[in-house]
DNA sequence: TAAAATCCGGGATGAACGTCCCGCTTTTCC
DNA sequence: GGAAAAGCGGGACGTTCATCCCGGATTTTA
């Protein structure tokens, strides 16, 4: 799994439900461990990305890699574990927004959303950048479908004339990719909204 | 690291243009064999990325992997080497954009350009993205300054009028970086041409 | 053409990681 | 309280690479 990160994903998070399930008759400590692990890794992966190695998540959170791996036989299952809360919170928000707001402005806020998340976030903004991880099969099966939400928001403000009737979901998700790429995302937010703006303005209709 | 042949350390791109000038004393098949791998490793990253192996590109040259690195002590290097000879022809294209256009539709075709070329280059693409690669540093000592004259076009749109006044530099890296990762860029030129439309209205002045 | 300079091939080396395994510890349950 | 079950730590192993090294081949030189 070196290489290619996060390339086959095909079932990967429904397993993880599964998983998620059977995490209740975990011993305590066992219970303990994996919160731990999952809080840290969390953490790291947002601050520095995914290229942080397994065994320095598992010292950091002050357990064995073995721990680690029992838990999440994959680096892989590991990110996709700590992304589950996350787009669980997304795709809320996301319907939320579809439901009290003008279309158009449902679709530029969620679309902001994202930029912002990503930004804050280096590890999501990896892994929604990376030839590998595909946010529009992520999350589908287990019910926190980003990719679809963004897609009904967009059709829904090109169906209300706020955004160019030409732009393709694929051309969103570039855009999005960019934004985050933005230096000093992070810390500079005033230079994010900039470049939000700029984009979101190239997609109004004239 | 091979010491004695590059020892000055006074800026990488000056280290390669050095190499440049020793490079007519080298032996008939040296000089084919340079040439050879630099051609294929062209080909190469630019198909798959950065991330094939030297070993992979050392195979598909013909050449031993100790080839490859006696005359590229570095992958780095030998990527920068690549980079010298694309990056001069950019340049050029940008002066000469510069110099016979309104300073609004010079910025605008010099922007096209670039996400073009990284478009189709997939380890231009990964380079500029940031993946251990500064467009911003790069050739700079050679005299092939990408980043100098897209500033500079920048400036003068802005000062044009053409484009709005608070955009900065790494606004405009970053939306290159973002519309050079859409999916089927180097095949889907439609998309393509679509997404830095989509871009460019956004930085105009509305 | 033969010695000398130069270069070649590709195996060796070493570092970085993800994953697995197993002897030992902690928890659970009766 | 004690035995069985569950989990733990962290070293071992297998991979993947970039880079280095050196015996031998090739080119240059005199």
Chains 1, 2 share one sequence.
């Not at 070196?2 to 066992?30: H, I, K, T, W």
């Not at 892994?127 to 529009?136: I, K, P």
């Not at 939400?149 to 998700?173: F, H, I, N, P």
């Amino acid at each position: 799994m070196n290489v290619p990160l996060f390339q086959d994903y095909s079932g990967r998070l429904s397993r993880l439900a599964m998983e998620e399930c059977v995490a209740r008759e975990l011993r305590a400590d066992a219970r303990r461990n994996r919160a731990r692990v999952l809080a840290v890794a969390a953490e790291v992966f947002a601050a520095e990305g995914l290229g942080v190695p397994i065994h320095e998540i598992a010292r950091r959170a002050g357990v064995g890699t073995g721990t680690v791996s029992r838990h999440f036989p994959t680096k892989e299952a590991l990110y996709e574990a700590i992304l589950l809360e996350r787009m669980e919170r997304l795709t809320a928000e996301a319907d939320a927004m579809a439901a009290s707001e003008e279309p158009g402005e449902a679709f530029f806020r969620f679309f902001a959303t994202l930029v912002h998340e990503g930004a804050t976030n280096r590890g999501l903004a990896e892994a929604l950048a990376g030839a590998g991880y595909d946010l529009d099969t992520a999350g589908v099966e287990a019910g926190h479908d980003i990719s679809g939400r963004l897609r009904t928001l967009l059709a829904m403000a090109q169906q209300a004339g706020s955004v160019r009737s030409d732009v393709e979901y694929a051309d969103v998700k570039a855009l999005m990719v960019g934004c985050q790429a933005h230096p000093g995302g992070g810390t500079d937010k005033a230079a994010l909204d900039r470049i939000i703006s700029i984009v979101c303005s190239g997609l109004r209709t004239p």
